[in-house]
């Protein structure tokens, strides 16, 4: 007979609760990621701490069946062993249990094995008795500064005192105050105490459901971990974080490797059916289906590859910060989900969605019921190939802004003029662009006060622009070129001619801007729109 569910929450002293990992009845499971946060989080956690702020509740689960809680015994850098006994399991806190368990505990006076270089960069962390403050210290310390692996018990803290401190301080008064700003954090750490929420005689997916419900009023609900651990496949291993993970590594060679995690989850979602979702509260839903791990790998991972591999060669998104709209990630995603091999015309025909959605603000301006109408056309015609549907007549698809008075790689109407000049470049140029391995566009105004309209500026450009043009002192970058082309004068000048330099009046920046701009507004015309002037 199964045992009833049980749900209780306490308050743990900070010592106990590091007491409960050290012995090994507190685990990680499979599902959960690796330890994410960087240097910053790890200082705040303890300011929090060191002035009696809340940290927020741990959630700890001990499952039914104890199968369900496979074990990654690895908690920050330490490994902790298993008691066998009465183990828990971190459904939500591993960042915060990670740091406090790292930091705190004595490397000395532990038996635990441990990967000093992942210490080192996280978790040497020192408490600043003069500033009272924390920080991480490459070289000796002073002596007022102690490592915080020696203030959670008091044989460590005195005996590192003796050492440094007594020895290296002559003068008593400042001793004395040294050792009482010391004191009073030691106490803070030994009265500070921790909300732990504990579910116990759960499946996996009921711990998810009460986590959800539970932190639906108050702290947001992980989507990460959520669907994480409801779609965690005991028998083969498959763990969402880790392919997310995976994947975006793979975008690196795209440099798409920071693309929004949200953008990748929502590619997930639109894998299962013909929507396109804005949210992600139907996420939970798809991974408990028995198909989840299939559909991810065997379709939504190899489709964003080849979507990312599609903007980057055929469209020239150089990098993730030229991508207008995030979303349009999703439809590529798809049109390669149903397309493995697509043709030449269906390529074609993709591009010219890409620019025309990208010209006239469609994401922007259009509404979710226009996006979600959209999206069905879109299916449509991969389906079908049948493009005869009147959605991108409407008025939102012909009317496209007008050239931008201010260059801002933040605004899409900035992005979309860097890429059509990027790509007039390629056009043009291609066979002096072997290495295409483009990282941002630099835009810099020659006078930042007066900055006309045309001072946008691709690496490649400028290294070509400095060495043809004698008032170079003009531009300013903070990029460097990532195009190795050899000096070579036509070459440079063809790149210039390329991205609408006037060589015979090359400093004229001004001309280059009415250049650029009634070529793109020719480029916009042939997407069949008007520019709204």
Known sequence: MAQRLSIRTSNRTLTSLLQYIKQGSIQVPKFQRGFIWERDNVKKLFDSINKGYPVGTIFLWKPEDKSDGVKESKLGAYTIPSNGQQEYYVLDGYQRLSTLFNCLINQETSDLAFELNDWNKYFNLYYDANLNEFLYISKKPEYYQFPLQVMLVASDFRKYSRE?????????????????????????????????????????????????RINKEGTKVSIDWMIHALSYDKASGFNLADTTDELLESLQQYHFEDISRNTIFRCFQSSFDDKIYFDQNKIEKLARQDNFRDVIVNQSVPAIKNAVRFLFEDLHVLDRKLLPYNIQLVFCMEFFRRLESPSEEQKQWLKHWFWKTTYTNFFT?????????????????????????????????????????????RGVRSCALALYVINQIFEKCSDLLNAPVFRQTSIMPYNPIHAPQCTLFTDFELKAYNRLSSQSEWIYSTNQSLFAIEYNREHDERLLSASFFELSDLCNLEKRGSKMKDAEQKFIENLGCTIDE
């Open 365 to 409: 301006n259009g509404s979710l019921a226009n996006q979600r109408d959209e999206y069905k056309r879109f299916i449509k015609y991969l389906d079908t190939g049948n493009d005869s549907s009147d959605s991108l007549s409407d008025s939102m698809f012909r009317t496209a802004s007008p050239f931008p008075k201010e260059l801002n790689m």
């Open 164 to 212: 440094h401190l007594e020895k290296e301080c002559s003068d008593e008064k400042e001793l004395e105050r040294i050792l009482n700003n010391a004191d009073s954090f030691c106490s803070r750490l030994l009265d500070y105490t921790i909300t732990c929420t504990e579910i116990e005689n759960a499946n996996i997916s009921q711990a998810a459901d009460i986590f959800s």
